[in-house]
Structures are given as structure tokens and as C-alpha cells.
């Protein structure tokens, strides 16, 4: 039988050209192939002889393989449905290659191995060549927020329509007066010069017969506002199409263009960090209905594209997730103080009756209050965080912000006409719109609190980037805070297009020679990063991957993950990462410190190098690149030697100045050779210890701590770490009233400072722990496919814990709880998963039932239940390797002779 799919993409028209430099200016064309010739090879390799020299080759296609998606050889498309099929039949286009061989004159293929790079402008181009437009009058630094219209007149039934749309920065679509769906500050900030996220809406259901119109609302959100160390785009502006396939079949593609019509809207000021400024006056009611006479509207104009590919947004939007009540609103100068008991990302919204037109709102935001109990903002810095409506002087108006947003959990509201109430006033959480996919609680209503904390600090830092914080001038992709939280989004929400959108933007940031900079999107900090921060570019993939069990998240970055790692071994000195580039030490850290810096810098460096190097080695292997694999797994062992012979004093078994994070790195990301492990942890212990049980560690060295101690047999001394009722730890900030994260452990003592955040997203990480080593939900060094590691830790001072996850192969839970004599282990295996559940089993005379059935006494396995696979004893631990199902294991103290 033919396999139909043999040739399936090959280009109708080809180039093929040799040069000697990589722009190819002084190319050499082997061939020309004109287009349109189905030049199907099928399954045979076609030759092109040439007499030419030259150090690289180009392929380009010049016109590529076109095919009715509703017809063979591709069996899978035609079982969609037509109605799905339609638009994009007049679009599929494709371009596959399957190899390139360069022979010389005896045969020898000189291409085989060497790299080949690849780029591609599909996305873009299966657009129009429309035009983006903008309503700013060709300004490009206008502050504006335009209203963009066109009218659509339709003659003949409509089958599907579909509107594909980008807004720069923030935009909304409306058709015929509605609103297009439900996110908020869309699409998601990216490398605009790179790429630029567009949505599609069905409006199929939205258009009617006659006259349809066509809105858009734009706002300047990241585009336009520059900041310190990058500048705006200029102006928001939008590209838009709207592809409409009538019943009798033929199509019809609207799209922007000079033919729009633009104006001014209400909102008048917009910002993401100063807040935006509304003049109901100025509303334009019914602008996006049809039959509205735009004729004293400008024409839009035309506008440059910032240079990004168009590609579909495929991370949840950002939308408004959940609503609070106030807890309490009081008189306050001039005004009323609101307080929401919680601090939030978002905006307020308000109902205002009988206002006076004209006569201004005031919505001021802030995190914390000053002594005097008014908003302390000193800690937002530059950012303004107000906005102001003018009413129109309707009976009742509404109102909440658009294109900015803000962190805070007080407001002052000034000028509100009558008194303000708990019905007036709501505030809105403003957060990427990840579905929650995991929970954690436990029997200690304070470390239940902390990790609600954790997951209002994560929600609160998830604006389609995972970013520092959301209140003050910043709210940036700082990869040293995005590889802390991780793992701790991973297990609270379903954040895998939130990361892997995250990791795009990774590569849209790289530079050609392999470093990312400390910002993603960058724009703040330093470029190449503090190597300790961007190891995100390699240790997201592979949380990813361990989440998902789905290799292609490591397939899609793993040349970027490379060229990384290659670039700080081209950095390193005898196998150490010299000092000079980080930037940032152990962040925050409270002990050998310089500035807010915790060194030793270059141990740092070197013990983050040789992660991300050991990981390549490993996300290598998944992949079966086993060249790869072997080098980066031998290069890992160079650096833990040579990092070994820098900083490890064997006869101490401590590493450089002995601090906690100088120990608990090392440790963490298994530095420390083998026999030295128990000598190691043990110092950590010791030292811990000494400092009272309390951290002195910061952004790097706390969360190797609290995981490394619980793991070697100090897991009350972490419990003891991590519910620390003093500063610095996170039951001291909840103690405090927190109910987010703070940026540094003494922030109550730092109000002011101007580097003061009390929703900061790092130290959000300790939900991480609650999962991985109180619940004991771990994925090992593999993935969720592999085996699913449950290993609770069980520690004196609570009596239960539980925690959930949803993975792709369904729910996991494990909770264990003390019982009057006995402990119980209950673990949920989802569906074709295998896990291995380690029991603590402290003496020999103890005993373990599942169910009725008695798994282990008398120091020897007694039966298996059905679907337990193994079980043997390792030191403190009973092994038991389960298949899918529910367990409960009871742990008894034993039956003494
Ligand atoms: C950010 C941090 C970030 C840091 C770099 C700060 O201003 O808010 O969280 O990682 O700069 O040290």
C-alpha cells in the first residue's frame, strides 16, 4: 500500500543557494525552482548537481504546498467537521522537508550533524496584507485609548465568521454592540519585535443580515509605556480580520484598514502602573452598534507593525477570577477608606448613584497604611496606582478601570457623592485565568493560612507572565523569582500554557549566543542575567515535562536550553562560574551578605551551572539524544568536581563559608558526593540549630533548605523552620496579618524603603514544600508517566495533612493522619499510573495493613493486596510500589511478643 502522506509538504517552489557568510550577501544559486509545478517527490530524493564552494547552504520556499484540508491523503482532517474546516481551506499551507544531504565530489554527505536553524513568518502571513491601524492620529506617543470602528454590510446568509485580532497593548472587540468574551488586559505582554498574541472569536452567531459593526477598544498597556531601561512602541494600535464563509460556500476576508474610522475614547489617561482617568462625558454611546454615524470620527491611519511574527494566544487569558466584599469602609480625609482584608491584584468597581457630572471619583490603591492609618505608597514608587472617573450625571453609573492594574488591599475613594457601602464597592481579582489544580491542608489552621497566602501570591503575580510583583513600578518576568515559584504554580494551578507561554518568550528573548537576560520579556536588569536567575530558559521545560509526562516541552526548547548552557560553560574558569557575573547573590539573604546580596557569589553560579547542565543531560536522554546526553552528563561531573575541589572541606563536611545556603544548595541540587550527604545535612542541621531554627538564608538558599532537611531526617527541624512564629519565616509574616508574601523577611520593618512589596511572588514557593514533602506528592527525577513518587513526611506537631493534584492522568491524592494507636497513609493513584509510596516506619516490631490484608511484620513482607506490586524495607522507610487505586496503609506500632 502507497503511503499518501510520502512527499506531503515538500515546497512547490525552492531556492537553493551557498555562501560563505551567514547573511548569504554574496550567495551562490544552485537551483531556482519556480512555484506552482506540484513538484511532489513523493518518496525520492531529488538531486540538484552544482559546481560551488561555500561554508552554508539556504533553502527557501518560495511557494509553498497548498491542500484542501477536506480531502486525502491527510485521513484526520477529514473527520472535521466541515463547518470547522471552511476557513482554513483557503490557508493551508505547509512546508516540510524531510533531510538535506550536501555531497561532494566522492559522495560524502557534508551536512550530515552539522546544525541547521530554521525561521518562519506562517503565522504572519496567513494573514492579510492588511494593515494595523491605530487611532492616534499617526502620534506615537499619544497616552491615548482610541475607539476603532468599520461597518460590515452582509448580503447573503452567513455560515461561520470567525474574528482573528491582536490589540497592542490591551484591546476589546465588540460586534454590534457586544462584547467579545470575557478577558481582561488582552492578549498577554510578549517581545512585541518578536511576537505579538493574537484571539480568535466565532462570531458566526454575532453577525446578522444588513448593516454589522465592528469595534475596538485599545488601551497602551505594555506596548506604549517605556520604562527605565526599555521604551514603549508608541502608540496602541490593532490588526484585525474577520473571515466570513456565507451558506452558498464563497468567502469574504474584512480587515483593518484605512477605511476605519477612529476617535477618542472616554478613557483619557491610561497606565499600568499610574491607573487610568475616564470622563463618562465623553462616552460615545452606541459606538459599536450598526446605524452609528461615525462621519465626525477621524480615519484611522496607518501604522508600522512592532516586527513580531502574529501567533495565536494559547495561555489563559487574564480575566477578572474573583470578586471581594469590603471588611470594612471608613470616613477618611475626605473620603472613605475601604479595606478588603486581603491583598489583591486588581480594580476596583463601583456604583455610583445620582452623581454630578463632572464631579471627579477618586480610587487611590495601596498595600499597607501608615501610622496615621492613611495609604502608605511610598513602597509603589513611581507608580501613581489612581484612578479618577468623571461622571456624566446619569441616576446611576458604573464604573471600574480598563487597561491598568493594581495591587493593593485598602483603597481611598474620594469625592463619592452620598455615602459609600459595602453595595457600592467590590473589588476585582485581576489574574491570568489558570483553573486551580491542586490543594493542601492540613491540621494547623496557621499553615493552612500560609499556604492560602502563597496562592493569593501566586494568583496575584500571574499577568500572562509570572512576575515579581504587581503593585509598584516593576511587575516584571525577573527569572530568578519565576524559577523559585515554579513549582509551586505547577502544583496550586493548571499553569502549563502559563509557563510554556512563558518559555516562548524565553526564546524570543535569547540572545543568539545563548543567554537570556534577567527580565522575560526583558526590560528591566541586566543582560546576559545573573546566571542563578535565568536558569528558568532550562529548568522550566523540564518541570513541565514532569508535570505533564509530555516530552515535546522539552523537543520545543531544548536548543535553547543548549545554547544556555554552552554559553556559561564558555564562561567558566576551570570549571567555576566566576563571580562577576552574578548579579544578585542569595537576594535578601541575612547573613554574609554584601548589600542585599548573599555571597559566596561564584558557589552560586557554579552549583546553578551545573543544574541546568545535569538537566540538559537528562532532558537529552528523554529525548533519545544520546550524544547529548553522555556530554552534558560528563560535563555536569566535570563541574561537581571541580566545584568539590573550590568549595567543599571534606573534614568540616561544610561548603565555602558554611552559611545556610552555602550547605543547603549543594545539597539541593545533588552537589554533594554521596558519602558526604549525612555529614553535610547534618552541619546544616547544626548550624540551623544555632541560629535559633531561624532562616538566614534568601531568594536561593531558603527553598533548597527547607526541602534538603526534610529529606535526610531533619523534618521536624524544617516544620520548625518553616512555622517560625519569629522573623524572619512565613508564620511571623502571617502573625503580621499578611495575607500575601512578602518581598524580604523584615518587610514590616522596611516600609518606606522603597524596595517593600508585600505581595511578592518568591517566597510563595513554601506551598511547593507543603506538597512535596508534607503531602510527599513528588515526580522523582522523572515525570508524572514514569512513577509518581508519595512520600509523606510525617512531623510531630500536626495530626493530618492532605494534599490533591489533578494530573493528566487524573487525581492524586495522598493525606496522612495520626489515629489512636497507629498512623494511616491514604494515597489515590490515578488511572494507569504507577507510584511508589514510601511509609515512615520508625521500629521493627511495626506492622502495616492495607485494608484487611497484612502487608509487612515481623520484619517481613506477610501478602500483597491486589494492585500493590512490591513492597520491602529501606532503612526508615517500607517501600510499597502500588498500581492505580485507592490505599489506605496502617501503620502499627506492632504486635510485641
Ligand atoms: C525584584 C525582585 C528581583 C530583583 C533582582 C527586584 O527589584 O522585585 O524580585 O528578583 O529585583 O534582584
Redesign the pocket.
Known amino acids: 500500500m502507497i503511503d499518501r502522506t510520502h512527499g506531503f509538504g515538500f515546497p512547490e517552489g525552492y531556492r537553493i543557494e551557498v555562501a560563505e557568510d551567514p547573511a548569504f550577501e554574496n550567495a551562490t544559486t544552485v537551483v531556482d525552482v519556480a512555484g506552482g509545478t506540484r513538484n511532489n517527490p513523493i518518496a525520492d530524493p531529488i538531486d540538484h548537481d552544482a559546481d560551488v564552494s561555500g561554508r552554508f547552504v539556504r533553502v527557501t520556499f518560495t511557494d509553498l504546498y497548498t491542500f484542501d484540508p477536506t480531502s486525502p491523503p491527510v485521513s484526520p482532517v477529514s473527520y472535521r467537521k466541515p463547518d470547522l474546516v471552511r476557513e482554513e481551506m483557503s490557508t493551508w499551507q505547509m512546508a516540510a522537508l524531510a533531510a538535506l544531504a550536501v555531497r561532494d565530489e566522492t559522495g560524502v554527505d557534508l551536512a550530515r550533524g552539522r546544525p541547521v536553524t530554521a525561521s518562519s513568518s506562517i503565522e504572519t502571513a496567513t494573514w492579510g496584507r492588511e494593515l494595523l491601524v491605530d487611532g492616534a492620529y499617526r502620534s506615537t506617543t499619544a497616552p491615548g485609548s482610541p475607539l476603532l470602528r468599520t461597518s460590515v454590510e452582509l448580503s447573503k446568509p452567513v455560515e461561520t465568521a470567525r474574528i482573528h485580532v491582536a490589540t497592542l497593548g490591551y484591546g476589546e472587540l465588540y460586534v454590534n454592540g457586544v462584547r467579545m468574551g470575557e478577558a481582561v488586559l488582552d492578549p498577554a505582554w510578549t517581545q512585541y519585535d518578536e511576537r505579538v498574541l493574537y484571539n480568535t472569536y466565532d462570531v458566526s452567531e454575532a453577525l446578522k443580515a444588513g448593516e454589522n459593526a465592528i469595534g475596538l477598544w485599545l488601551g497602551r498597556g505594555r506596548f506604549s509605556r517605556g520604562n527605565r531601561d526599555w521604551s514603549g512602541f508608541g502608540s496602541p494600535r490593532a490588526i484585525c480580520q474577520l473571515n466570513i464563509t456565507y451558506e452558498d460556500g464563497t468567502v469574504r476576508r474584512v480587515s483593518t484598514d484605512l477605511s476605519w474610522r477612529s476617535t477618542e475614547s472616554p478613557i483619557v489617561e491610561n497606565d499600568i502602573y499610574d491607573g487610568e482617568r475616564y470622563d463618562a462625558r465623553k462616552e460615545r454611546s452606541g459606538w459599536s452598534v450598526p446605524g452609528y454615524d461615525a462621519d465626525d470620527w477621524d480615519f484611522a491611519s496607518e501604522m508600522p507593525a512592532p516586527g513580531g511574527d502574529l501567533v495565536p494566544q494559547r495561555t489563559d487569558p487574564i480575566s477578572v477570577v474573583n470578586r471581594l466584599e469590603p471588611v470594612s469602609i471608613r470616613s477618611q480625609d475626605n473620603g472613605y477608606l475601604v479595606d478588603f482584608g486581603q491583598n489583591i491584584t486588581g480594580w476596583l468597581d463601583l456604583r455610583i448613584d445620582n452623581p454630578t457630572a463632572g464631579e471627579e471619583i477618586v480610587l487611590r490603591h495601596a498595600e499597607a497604611l501608615d501610622e496615621e492609618g492613611a495609604l502608605s505608597t511610598t513602597d509603589l514608587r513611581s507608580a501613581d496606582a489612581t484612578d479618577t472617573y468623571v461622571p456624566r450625571g446619569d441616576d446611576r453609573e458604573r464604573y471600574h478601570p480598563r487597561f491598568t492594574y493594581h495591587g493593593f488591599r485598602y483603597a481611598h475613594v474620594e469625592g463619592f457623592p452620598g455615602t459609600l457601602t459595602e453595595d457600592d464597592v467590590q473589588a476585582c481579582v485581576v489574574s491570568t485565568s489558570m483553573p486551580e489544580r491542586g490543594t493542601f491542608d492540613c491540621s494547623d489552621e496557621n499553615v493552612t493560612q500560609i499556604q492560602r497566602n502563597a496562592k493569593w501570591g501566586l494568583r496575584g503575580n500571574a499577568h500572562g507572565i509570572p512576575e515579581?510583583?504587581p503593585q509598584?513600578d516593576?511587575r516584571?518576568g525577573?527569572?530568578?523569582?519565576g524559577q523559585i515559584t515554579a513549582q509551586a504554580f505547577l502544583y496550586n494551578f493548571d499553569a502549563v500554557r502559563f509557563h510554556r507561554k512563558w518559555m516562548d518568550d524565553h526564546d524570543d528573548t535569547q540572545s543568539e549566543h545563548g543567554y537570556v537576560a534577567?527580565?522575560v520579556p526583558a526590560g528591566?536588569?541586566t543582560t546576559p542575567a545573573?546566571p542563578t536567575?535565568s536558569v528558568t530558559r532550562v529548568v522550566i521545560p523540564w518541570y513541565l515535562y514532569q508535570h505533564t509526562g509530555d516530552p515535546a516541552h522539552l523537543e520545543r526548547h531544548y536548543e535553547g536550553m543548549r545554547r544556555y548552557v554552552d554559553y556559561w560553560f564558555d564562561q567558566c574558569e576551570d570549571g567555576i562560574l566566576p563571580e562577576k557575573y552574578a548579579?544578585?547573590g542569595d537576594?535578601?539573604a541575612f547573613e554574609n551578605t554584601d548589600g542585599?546580596?548573599g555571597k559566596p557569589f561564584d558557589l552560586f553560579t557554579t552549583a546553578f551551572h551545573y543544574q541546568t547542565t545535569r538537566l540538559v543531560g537528562r532532558a537529552a536522554e528523554v529525548l533519545g539524544y544520546d550524544i547529548d546526553a553522555e556530554r552534558y552528563s560528563d560535563r555536569a561531573a566535570a563541574i561537581e568536581d571541580a566545584f568539590t575541589a573550590a568549595f567543599f572541606d571534606s573534614d568540616a563536611a561544610t561548603y565555602g563559608p558554611g552559611t545556610q545556603s552555602a550547605l543547603a544548595i549543594p545539597l539541593f541540587l545533588g552537589l554533594v558526593p554521596d558519602e558526604h550527604v549525612d555529614g553535610v545535612v547534618k552541619t546544616l542541621a547544626t548550624k540551623v540549630r544555632e541560629d535559633d531554627g531561624k532562616l538566614r538564608s534568601g531568594?536561593l538558599g531558603t527553598r533548597p533548605l527547607i526541602h534538603v532537611l526534610a529529606n535526610h531526617g531533619y523534618e521536624d527541624l524544617a516544620y520548625e523552620v518553616v512555622t517560625q512564629p519569629e522573623q524572619p519565616g512565613w508564620m511571623y509574616m502571617v502573625h503580621q496579618g499578611a495575607t500575601t508574601m512578602w518581598?524580604r523577611w523584615d518587610s514590616d520593618e522596611q516600609v518606606g524603603s522603597g524596595?517593600n512589596?508585600l505581595n511578592?511572588?518568591?517566597f510563595t514557593f513554601v506551598s511547593e514544600w507543603f506538597y512535596r514533602t508534607l503531602a510527599g506528592i513528588d515526580f522523582g527525577d522523572g515525570s508524572v508517566l514514569d512513577r509518581i513518587e508519595v512520600a509523606p513526611t510525617v512531623v510531630e506537631d500536626l495530626e493530618w495533612v492532605e494534599g490533591t493534584l489533578e494530573t493528566p492522568l487524573g487525581d492524586l491524592a495522598s493525606r496522612w493522619e495520626r489515629t489512636d494507636n497507629s498512623l494511616a497513609v491514604t494515597v489515590q493513584i490515578p488511572w494507569n499510573a504507577k507510584a511508589c509510596v514510601r511509609i515512615p516506619f520508625e521500629h521493627d516490631g511495626m506492622s502495616v495493613c492495607e485494608g484487611e490484608t497484612v502487608l509487612w511484620e515481623d520484619g517481613s513482607r506477610v501478602a500483597l493486596p491486589t494492585g500493590v506490586t512490591h513492597v520491602d524495607r529501606e532503612d526508615d522507610t517500607l517501600v510499597v510500589n502500588v498500581e492505580s487505586g485507592t490505599y489506605r496503609f496502617d501503620i502499627l506500632p506492632g504486635r510485641t511478643s
Open positions: 515579581d510583583c509598584r516593576e516584571f525577573w527569572t530568578g523569582d534577567d527580565t528591566f536588569g545573573d536567575w548579579n544578585y537576594w535578601l542585599r546580596r531568594f518581598e524596595m512589596s511578592h511572588s518568591p
